[in-house]
């Protein structure tokens, strides 16, 4: 994890259960309930996927919160019932829920919230910025963070990354074959999700893709950008040091640990 005078990078992987990296990431006689705290011991942050199709239990999250260490942070994805709609600006309700689920149950373990829109949700300025108006800042005095996910090209709009600005909220940079990349700068930290693993490479990527994606990672805290990823707004957003959200997930997931912790290597 790279501290110093730059943001924090924080790197994982999504969720900690998946039967084939039980004797290639988990040793082989691990308890399967000491899965996560394993994990945790290996990376820096996990997306929790399981919060976008159901509510979990206070007590499932205060759980989690004391098998991993201090400085440890999990990004959550926010309900599918908030996100998969037609009208995004009913969605208050479902946020409302989401926040009295237990989800502050994390406390300090609680990074970003993943909004993730389905790939034929089209870009509607009117309806999004509604939407966007309905997160909450802050709970109980504990300052909460958002990022959305876009999978459609519509949103390949100046007038988006204009409207992310104005709301101080990131857009996720999808490194996916066929989702929009979008590494315009909008928040105050940056989300990238990597996938392009590949199963047939010991550590997920080539160590000549790791070693790029490690330094794109450390211009992002240090409060630059990248030059070599593709931005839809010319402008610049104001260098300032910023957290990093990194995972690997999707294709390549039986090695995405190995990339993962790659990352970590080369970052620290």
Known sequence: MKKAQAGHIRIGIGGWTYEPWRGVFYPDKLPQRRELEYAASKLTSIEINGTFYGSQKPESFRKWASEVPDDFVFSLKGPRFATNRKVLAEAGDSIERFYHSGVLELGDRLGPVLWQFAPTKKYDEADFGKFLELLPREIDGRKLRHVVEVRHDS????????????HNIPVVYSEHATYPEIADVTGDFVYARLQKGKDDI????????????????????DGGEPDDLPKVDASSAKPHKRDVFAYVIHEGKVRAPAAAMELIKLVG
């Open 155 to 166: 949103f390949k709009t100046p007038a988006f990354i204009a409207l992310l600005r104005e």
């Open 202 to 221: 010991a550590t997920g990527y080539p160590q000549k893709s790791l070693s790029a994606w490690a330094k794109r990672l450390q211009l992002w805290a």
